[in-house]
C-alpha cells in the first residue's frame, strides 16, 4: 500500500470542506479499491473517524473495500434488460470469465458485477466494461467484447 500516494490525493484537497467521498473516489481510482490503509490514513490527515469513512466507502457501489480486477464489467439486469435477455448474456459472462457476479477473476483482470438500471434501456441488454457501452447484447457477442480487455 503507497500511503505516499494517499497523502497525495489528500494533499490535492487541502483545506476544502466535505471532501471526503471525492477523496474516496480518487483513492478507488488510482489503486481499483479502498484500502483498509488508506482509510486508516485519511482519518489521520482529515480528523474523521475510521467508523465514518468507513460507512461511507461501504455504502456507495463506486467503491470497493475489496480489491477489484483491472476491468469492471456490469450486466444490467434491470426489467427492459432482463426481458430482452440479460439472465442469459449475465450466464454467458459467469461462464467464460468462471466467476459469478461479485466477484473476480484470480488473475485480477476482471470484476463483474450485476446492476438494476444503467439508463439506457433502448439498448439492452447492456453490458459495461470500464465505461465502454456494449448494447443489444447477444450471448455470442460476449466472448469477442472481453478479449478486447484481457
Not at 103 to 120: A, H, Q, S, Y
Request: proline share 3%.
Amino acid at each position: 500500500m503507497d500511503v505516499e500516494k494517499i497523502d497525495e490525493i489528500i494533499d490535492g484537497y487541502v483545506d476544502e470542506e466535505g471532501v471526503l467521498i471525492q477523496i474516496l473516489l480518487d483513492i478507488q481510482r488510482e489503486l481499483n479499491w479502498v484500502p483498509k490503509e488508506a482509510i486508516m490514513e485519511m482519518s489521520r490527515r482529515l480528523q474523521i473517524p475510521i467508523s465514518q469513512i468507513y460507512r461511507v466507502a461501504s455504502f456507495y457501489t463506486a467503491m470497493s473495500l475489496t480489491p477489484m480486477g483491472r476491468h469492471l464489467v456490469q450486466v444490467c439486469l434491470g426489467t427492459a434488460c432482463h426481458v430482452r435477455g440479460a439472465p442469459k448474456i449475465l450466464n454467458k459472462v459467469e461462464n467464460t470469465l468462471k466467476i459469478k457476479a461479485g466477484e473476480t477473476t484470480e488473475d485480477m483482470i476482471f470484476t463483474l458485477r450485476t446492476v438494476n438500471c444503467l439508463g439506457c434501456c433502448a439498448m439492452g441488454p447492456v453490458m459495461v466494461v470500464d465505461e465502454d457501452y456494449h448494447g443489444k447484447m447477444k450471448t455470442s457477442d460476449v466472448n469477442g467484447i472481453l478479449e478486447r480487455y484481457e
